[in-house]
């Protein structure tokens, strides 16, 4: 493959920025540096002005995913060239088998949905249902596939929530394997219980998503999940922090010491939950996820549960739907499909509030958006970095140049945005993908067929620092 030369910008990574300029050959980084050996015929990417930084992984996505009765709107065409055009190089997607389905034949039907990705793809397997049989091929998902990170669910009741048993169980199958736990914390129980009370009352519209699940519930559920994963002894990944008190605990248990990695999503930082008291039903369902977005305080609580290293990765949860997608929920809140785009637009809106906000250094911005991440789930330092030798995943952001983020302009292929009308400063301008110029200001040349599988490997029998 052709050289290309991205000349005259400010590498940032994790430990620094330096004027520098990059080379990049047969997909990976050839070269970091001044007056770099460049081959002739080599393209050269302009990034005078700009900084040059790892792309981003968004460790959370749900592309394609059949769910509620509907499909997402992206699938993982769609969902990654998006990606590109927002500075998104990797994304790690759920595989989640029906009930009683083997997770390797699930696995199968994803890896044939994500061979149409433009960029790099790693998943994780949701623990959709327990027994003999999933413990069992765990081990061929661990040791013969790659798939290292199994998510559990103390929510969706009836659904996806196992028991605390189930979960115990779960969790020493993964230290046996050296894999993975994550989980969604919320407390399931409590919130079928919250769902039928306010249906009883007459309670039937987005209001009330909101008010079934308050973030006491996701408190309880995630100390319970950190208490587990501590007295079992294995890492744990906490996926979506929403609420305060589950950022806490997860500060708590990583001040004793326990390995465990919090997430959160721009949104959670940003949006709260006075959206749901819109009027205009679309406008209020289109911010029907779960978690729910939070009371005002609980923002601030986030940054500094960021700040502090509390929380430490950055997802989006990508699981887009159209207004007439949401519109299944119109008589019954809690058949509104649950989830909100932004693969598109994480890093740009993290650039803005944080790094423009004052509240996170671009070195920072970089661990958060994709050093965690890469260390979390055994990418490192393939990704996640600009070493010589790591792959050529590079995204190049222009801090002087404004966007207006829009359903209207953006790539995701949804007619709703949660950022709608929000103007950032600092735009990707350029990604690469491997040494491939997939967005080059403003052209997304991003083609399906191009990401590759990232099978990862097991963390062995002692857990390594993961971040
Ligand atoms: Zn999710």
């Known amino acids: 493959m052709a050289a290309t030369w991205i000349a005259g910008g400010t590498v940032v990574t994790e430990e620094g920025r330096r004027r520098a300029d990059l080379l990049v050959r047969d997909g990976v980084v050839a070269a970091v540096g001044l007056s770099l050996d460049v081959p002739a015929g080599a393209a050269r990417i302009d990034a005078g002005g700009c900084l040059v930084m790892p792309g981003g992984i968004d460790p959370h996505t749900h592309m394609q995913l059949p769910t509620m009765g509907t499909v997402v709107a992206d699938d993982f065409a769609s969902g990654t060239a998006a990606a590109a055009a927002g500075g998104t190089t990797t994304i790690l997607d759920f595989v989640g088998p029906e009930r009683g389905q083997s997770p390797v034949e699930a696995l199968d039907t994803w890896r044939g949905w994500a061979s149409r990705s433009t960029i790099d793809y790693g998943f994780h397997m949701t623990v959709s249902w327990w027994g003999p049989g999933f413990s069992a091929e765990m081990a061929r998902l661990v040791q013969a596939h790659g798939v290292t990170s199994f998510k559990f669910f103390l929510a969706y009741k009836g659904g996806l929530m196992l028991s605390d048993e189930e979960i115990v169980k779960g969790f020493l199958r993964c230290r046996e394997l050296g894999a993975l736990p ?125 700040e502090s290293g509390a929380l430490s990765t950055t ?11 949401k519109r299944a929920g119109l008589e019954r809140f809690t058949l509104i499909p649950n989830g909100c785009g932004g693969v598109e637009d994480r890093l740009h809106v993290l650039w803005q509030l944080g790094v423009n906000g004052g509240r996170i250094t671009p070195e920072k911005f970089v661990s958060l958006t994709s050093g965690n991440a890469a260390r979390a789930f055994h990418l490192w330092p393939r990704k996640g970095s600009l070493a010589v030798g790591s792959d050529a995943d590079v995204l190049v952001l222009d801090p002087t140049r404004e966007k207006t983020l829009s359903a209207r302009t953006q790539h995701q292929r949804t007619d709703f945005s949660v950022w709608e009308g929000r103007t950032v400063k600092g735009v990707v301008v350029h990604t690469l993908s491997r040494g491939r110029h997939i967005w080059a200001d403003g052209d997304l040349r991003a083609e399906p067929g191009w990401g590759r599988f990232l099978p990862r490997r097991p963390f062995g029998p002692v857990y390594e620092r993961l971040v």
């Open 182 to 306: 994550q989980v969604h914390a919320e407390n399931g129980e409590l919130i079928a219980h919250l769902q039928a009370k306010l249906l009883a009352e007459g309670r039937t519209g987005p209001v009330a998503h909101a008010l079934s699940r308050p973030p006491e519930l996701e408190g309880e559920a995630t100390l319970r999940a950190v208490t587990m994963a501590e007295t079992v002894g294995v890492p744990l990944y906490v996926v979506h922090v929403s609420a305060a008190q589950a950022a806490r605990a997860i500060g708590e248990a990583r001040s004793r010491g326990v390995k465990i990695v919090g997430e959160t999503l721009p949104g959670f930082l940003a949006i709260d939950d006075s959206v749901y008291a819109s009027p205009d039903f679309d406008q209020a369902a289109g911010h029907v996820m779960s978690p729910p977005y939070r009371p005002k305080g609980h923002l601030e609580a986030l940054w500094r549960a960021l």
């Open 315 to 325: 997802g989006t949860d990508h699981c887009c739907f159209t207004r007439e997608q």
